[in-house]
């Protein structure tokens, strides 16, 4: 069976295919995104796809695999990148990598969360370029975790485990909205709030929720506008949930004190973005999943539910929609 494979991947999934000689892989041999022209000529004829979260598989790219397809399997968690109802309507299987991404993306929506509110990159830059004059009562202050109330926006596993980071530093409420109430919030203490609710009283307001149809552009002029002025905005989900050009108003305007993003529209962020020329404003190039052990993981699995769906055995994660 043929198999086409987008990207350079870690050598932990490399290694599984390889040696379950089910297939001829041929692959992307690079770490910059395959070209759309050769995306389709590449998928012409597979059986199996194994794609990153910013190759969009669509109904062209469905066609030009043609009918031997079976399986796609995606290197990430998130699946806004495939057009669902097409792929369900041919019969191809998904495969994706929850879980095991989810403590590595939890660990860096705290890092972000603390760098943004406590303004490290400000602080970092003023070290270097000599404005570190003296220790000064007034200076690059910032919020802080505790005894506040933050707002978690999706408590699917990554808000989950980004509620149970924070509840520790001292967090005082912890508010969530979502579609429904999640039993499994008690062990954070969450209060299933609507989402007015959430976006007016939290001081911490994170986002971790899938970018959906009813997700998209969540974050907008009126949202912003019913946040506090001394509240802090994080986004590790997908960059599409926010309106950037209203986040932009807003962090400009002092309506919110300061925002940091893993994730936004276009990735990568064109350098000469306005929200790149605000110092409240910390921009991370989506790495919320990267570190080493992560993404060997993730290739492991994203190369076992390729090989299921080619033989037609279970996966190990298959997305069930
Ligand atoms: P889950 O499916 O476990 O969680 C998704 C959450 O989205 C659920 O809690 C769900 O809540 C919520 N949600 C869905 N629709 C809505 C809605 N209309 N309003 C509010 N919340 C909604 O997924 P994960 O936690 O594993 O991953 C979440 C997302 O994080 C991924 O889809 C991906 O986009 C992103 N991600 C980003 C990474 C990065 O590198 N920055 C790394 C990994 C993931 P409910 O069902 O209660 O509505
Ligand atoms: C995902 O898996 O959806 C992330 O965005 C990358 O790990």
Redo the contacts with the bound molecule.
């Keep these: 069976m043929k198999v086409f494979i987008t990207r350079r991947i870690p050598q932990e999934g490399m290694k599984i295919l390889s040696q379950a000689g089910v297939c001829k892989v041929s692959l992307w041999d690079s770490d910059e995104p395959v070209p759309r022209a050769e995306l389709l000529k590449g998928v012409e004829g597979a059986h199996g796809l194994l794609c990153l979260l910013s190759d969009k598989i669509d109904t062209e790219v469905l066609d030009a695999a043609g009918p031997n397809l079976k399986v796609i399997s995606t290197l ?5 990148h495939m057009a669902m109802d097409e792929i369900k309507k041919r019969g191809v299987r998904v495969g994706y990598t ?2 095991v ?2 403590d590595a ?1 939890a660990e ?1 929506t705290v890092a972000l969360l603390l760098a943004t509110a406590r303004r490290l990159p400000e602080g970092v830059v003023e070290v270097k370029n000599g404005g570190w004059s003296t220790w000064k009562p007034l200076w690059l202050c910032g919020y802080g975790l505790s005894g506040s109330t933050v707002g978690v ?7 989950m485990a980004i509620a149970r980071r924070l509840k520790p530093f001292g967090v005082k409420r912890l508010l969530y ?4 109430a ?1 039993s499994y919030a008690a062990e954070v203490d969450g209060e299933y709030v609507p ?1 007015d609710t959430l976006v007016s009283e939290s001081d911490f307001v994170v986002v ?5 149809p ?2 998209q552009g ?1 974050c907008n002029k009126d949202f912003f506008s019913k946040m506090k002025n001394s509240a802090v905005f994080i986004n ?3 960059g599409a949930v926010v309106n950037q050009e209203d986040l932009y108003q807003a962090l400009s305007s002092g309506q919110i004190a300061c925002a940091g993003l ?2 936004t529209t276009p990735e990568p962020l064109p350098t000469d973005h306005p929200l790149l020329t605000l110092k409240n404003c910390v921009v991370l190039p ?5 570190t080493y052990s992560t993404r060997g993981i993730m290739a492991e699995l994203s190369a076992n539910n390729l090989l299921a769906g080619l033989q037609g055995t279970d996966m190990p994660s298959e997305l069930k929609f």
């Design positions: 990430s968690v998130g699946f806004d929850p879980d991404l989810t993306t860096l926006i999706g408590l699917g596993r990554i808000g909205s979502g579609r429904t999640r989402l971790s929720c899938a970018l959906t009813e997700t969540l590790t989900s997908r893993d994730v989506h790495i919320g999943s990267a």
